[in-house]
């Protein structure tokens, strides 16, 4: 260690206590992460319309706020407007699948060939219990009291957790809109403000490899979001015309899950595996058809979405192959669970611009360094 200096002055220690930083700050994000999801939902909003929201003032000379504003409307009413027309079928497919699932149970420990009885067990539990209330007197006020005490509380305990999610959500939404307002309306000033911590020295490089990792991100982004969309469109009205039970339960949440990579075959094995159970328990004979055509269908989306969506709205965006995305998503969601899945593919090229920028780069100076006589 050289004489004289202090310990901040040299440059490793200054670069591992930004690294010490950033891993903080991240790991904050995540135990807080009730606040900073709609947060990061509402930049992630904000930063795919922000191409849209720059043209309109760049051409027609519109306000950020006044297409922000525009944009957050269109986006409410498309909400309001899809729980109004769609919301109660949901939630219809919702219950029905809830209450045949002690039938299709059955149906499948029969096909299995195991002994057990979904609904005679469910029957029995709830006989037993108005029994013990029936058949309790006076003198054994106790129990009744104990199970009138439990089933006040599992009834506050419902009512409390549906207050919560009630409000958590709306919560959420509020922040999730302010934030893409805000973000939308000071894109400009917010990555100007940024550029004043960035060295001179290193500015070019440094905005060069930003704005790689920008048209990485917001590629991938607004592709998986179009992507999401056709899919839960074309799953929906497929499986309705191949008769699959609960289709648009199915296909909504198959379109929600194609945001994650690979996750979208989740789907499809819900809705074959449905299809087929719900067949056998209405005492019909084995067909083809109710495997074939949902597949079909899926099989269209699918290709549909990696020949013509795709391409055109997200290319290749990430330049990852198929390995890193399934491993990204896996090490993603073991790390911070749904959050990490749907973050894991642009953190992953985003480590792939730098380590190409800078990494590798300084594994090659060094190389050359350690060996300077070789050609």
């Known amino acids: 260690m050289d004489a004289g200096k202090h310990l901040w002055e040299f440059k490793w220690v200054r670069d591992l206590a930004v690294l010490a930083v950033v891993v903080g700050l991240c790991y904050a994000a995540y135990t807080i992460r ?7 939902l509402g930049a992630a909003l904000a930063y795919a319309f922000n191409p849209l929201v720059t043209w309109a003032h760049r051409r027609g000379k519109v306000p950020r706020w006044c297409s922000a504003t525009v944009i957050l409307i269109v986006l409410v009413s498309l ?34 060939g195991l002994d057990l009885d979904w609904k005679t067990l469910f029957d029995q539990a709830q006989a037993a219990a108005g029994s013990q209330l029936h058949n ?58 940024f550029e004043q911590f960035i060295p001179e020295h290193a500015k070019d490089k440094t905005l060069r490899i930003v704005h790689r990792m920008d048209k990485t991100v917001a590629g991938f982004i607004r592709g998986r979001l179009v992507q999401a969309l056709v899919m839960a469109v074309v799953l929906s009205v497929g499986w309705k015309l191949a008769g699959v039970p609960y289709w648009l339960l199915l296909g909504v949440v198959t ?47 699918q290709g549909l979405d990696g020949w013509v969506v795709e391409p055109t709205v997200q290319g290749k965006a990430t330049d990852l192959d198929a390995l890193s995305v399934l491993l990204s998503v896996l090490i993603g969601g073991a790390l911070a669970g749904l959050l990490g899945m749907l973050v894991a593919i642009p953190t992953a090229a985003c480590i792939k611009i730098l380590s190409q920028e800078l990494f590798i780069p300084w594994l090659r100076n060094f190389a050359k360094a350690q060996n300077p006589t070789a050609g």
């Not at 729980?83 to 699932?101: H, M, N, P, Y």
């Not at 305990?157 to 000071?186: N, Y």
Request: glycine share 12%.
């Open 136 to 193: 309790a007197d006076a003198s054994n006020a106790r129990p009744v009291v104990e199970v009138a005490r439990a089933a006040a509380g599992m009834a506050l305990g419902l009512v409390t957790g549906i207050l919560q999610f009630v409000s958590v959500a709306t919560v959420g939404l509020v922040i999730v809109g302010f934030c893409f307002f805000f973000f939308v309306s000071h894109w400009g000033p917010i990555t100007v403000w």
């Open 34 to 40: 009730q606040v900073t999801g709609p947060i990061v």
């Open 255 to 301: 379109g929600l899950l194609n945001l994650i990579p690979f996750a979208g075959v989740i789907g499809f094995v819900l809705a074959v595996g449905l299809a087929l159970v719900d067949h056998f328990t209405g005492g019909n004979a084995w067909s083809w058809g109710i495997v074939l055509w949902p597949t079909l269908v899926y099989a269209i989306a």
């Open 79 to 112: 909400a309001i407007a899809f729980v109004v027309g769609f919301g109660a079928v949901i939630v219809s497919q919702a219950t029905e699948l809830l209450g045949k699932l002690p039938a299709y149970f059955n149906t499948l420990a029969d096909r299995l």
